[in-house]
């Protein structure tokens, strides 16, 4: 697989669905956000953000996946229509009540299917692995800020 | 990584990853399971999924999220809790003393 190719994987996943020094009142509030990135591109039905608040409430703050970091998603059958990422980066942190606390970056995710979406997903954890990953995305200001930062990762991981 | 391992199970090491939906952190965290378990030698199945599936999968190892870990101890002898998902570092500390500690694995350099 051509690194070109694997770079526009996630790219292509995340299209400019990407909110930078965004306010959430508290992680509802955030997981709503970045919910609604996806339904705005029809990525996913309404319902599905509902869906990502009420799994999150369900299942705990396993949402958070590494320090200031959370994925919140739903299952395909909530309304899911395609592989799709949105990316809320928040001015100020708010409280999952996860050991991870506080959350800064907000991913959305949504798949169809359970196969479709690994290479998306690998080129995530990748990005995400790099320590200073939280305080990078903190900076950015633009959407063009972060598709550089994304590239420039990339490129270093493979 | 300098120390050198020898896998002593006779069995490739039947792994499954756990998050809530079984779609999302489960399948990261296989990703960088693969990755830390070749490096250490070990030849394994590891397999995405969620809390329910995991505890009855019979697994040699558990690996989830250090919030799912109470419920789930006892499901496998080894059980590892990470607090990040995404950190290979976490994960290799962890996976490789606790697979000494069970003597699957033993130091040889």
């Not at chain 1, 994925?71 to 909530?78: I, L, N």
Request: proline content about 4%.
């Amino acid at each position: 697989m051509a690194e070109s190719t694997l770079e526009i994987d996630l790219l292509r996943a995340l299209g400019d669905r990407v909110l930078v020094g965004a306010s959430a009142r508290d992680w509802v509030e955030a997981v709503r956000l970045a919910g609604e990135l996806l339904v705005r591109d029809g990525v996913v039905e309404e319902r599905y953000v509902e869906a990502m608040v009420r799994v999150t409430e369900e299942l705990g703050p396993y949402a958070v996946i590494a320090p200031g970091v959370a994925m919140p998603h739903a299952r395909p059958e909530d309304g899911a229509r395609e592989v799709g990422l949105s990316l809320v980066v928040l001015r100020e942190g708010v409280n999952f009540g996860s050991p991870n606390d506080p959350v800064y970056v907000v991913i959305g995710f949504a798949a169809k299917d359970k196969t479709s979406h690994l290479r998306v997903l690998q080129q995530l954890a990748e990005f995400l692995s790099e320590p200073d990953v939280v305080e990078e995305l903190k900076r950015i200001r633009s959407e063009d800020e972060l598709r550089t930062l994304l590239l420039s990762r990339l490129r270093k991981a493979t | 990584m300098s120390a050198k391992y020898k896998f002593k199970l006779g069995r490739p090491l039947k792994v499954v990853t756990v998050c809530g939906v079984g779609q999302g952190s489960s399948l990261i965290m296989k990703m960088f399971v693969d990755d830390v378990l070749k490096e250490l030698g070990v030849p394994a199945r590891v397999e995405p999924t969620e809390i329910i599936t995991a505890k009855a999968a019979g697994a040699d190892m558990i690996v989830c999220s250090i919030l799912h870990e109470p419920e789930l101890r006892g499901a496998a002898k080894i059980v590892v809790g990470l607090k990040s998902l995404v950190d290979k570092r976490e994960m290799r500390e962890k996976i490789s003393k606790a697979l000494l500690e069970a003597g699957w694995l033993e130091q040889v350099a």
